[in-house]
């Protein structure tokens, strides 16, 4: 899964790497968790960045609380789930991002680790959104697409976010892709491509989101 995870670039980096408008106070989130409000791309206004609450709600849905559940999409199910399948289809996303986490087991008990790229520059991860109008007022929201791990990445967890090379990117935001050749692109960044590192302990409270999380924890 991916219940962790970083954007800690700035507005203008994350314009320049996107080719979007960065409207507003831009905020960095280093220890970026569910339900928080959080910067995506999509594919309805593939020009500019959104806030969105990470964890979705379908719009059938009774109760938002139901997005606690669902802050991840298995690629490999996707259009089995109810919740997932027209979201393919229709209301895709890029989540904007420059590391995530998960934790390692150890004799020492469980060791956050940070992911980034080697070049540690942003990227995308594969998204899903969703607006929920049964409340006094619309909810927007959104879910990380996971899949198997790469085998550097294995050692730590057996799931990770999908990350969208450059190149692909548009492709998944496009209003008028047809679903059986956005599939493909739901699979395991190359590993050497990616560096991993310890972080602190402190990533384990949501509460905390500070430069200092990033740094490498001696260990």
């Known amino acids: 899964m991916c219940g962790r995870y970083s954007i800690t670039a700035n507005g203008q980096q994350i314009a320049l790497r996107f080719g979007v408008q960065v409207a ?24 500019s960045v959104q806030w969105l ?38 209301r895709r996303c890029l989540v904007l991002a420059d590391g995530y986490y998960e ?7 469980k060791q956050p ?19 929920w109008n049964a409340g006094t007022t619309p909810l927007a929201t959104f879910t990380v697409i996971t899949t198997s791990a790469n085998s ?18 548009r492709d998944w935001l496009n209003p008028n892709a047809d679903v059986a050749d956005l599939l493909p692109l739901l699979t395991p960044f190359a590993g050497e491509k990616m560096q991993v590192y310890p972080v602190s302990t402190r990533l384990n409270s949501p ?3 500070d430069s200092s999380l990033i740094a490498r924890a001696a260990i």
């Open 24 to 47: 507003g106070d831009w905020q960095a989130h280093y220890n970026a968790a569910p339900s928080q409000n959080l910067p995506v791309i999509l594919n309805r206004d593939p020009q």
């Open 53 to 90: 609450r990470w964890g979705l709600v379908p719009h059938w849905a009774k109760d938002p609380s139901i997005g606690h559940k669902m802050i991840n999409a298995r690629a490999e199910t996707l259009l089995e789930k109810p919740s997932f399948r027209e979201p393919l289809r229709k």
């Open 103 to 109: 934790w390692q087991a150890t004799s020492n008990g």
């Open 113 to 131: 680790m940070r992911f980034v790229l080697e070049d540690a520059q942003p990227f995308a991860m594969a998204g899903l959104w969703e607006e």
């Open 152 to 169: 550097m990445a294995a050692a730590v967890h057996n799931r990770m976010p999908v990350i969208l090379e450059p190149e692909t990117e």
């Open 207 to 209: 509460s905390n989101d």
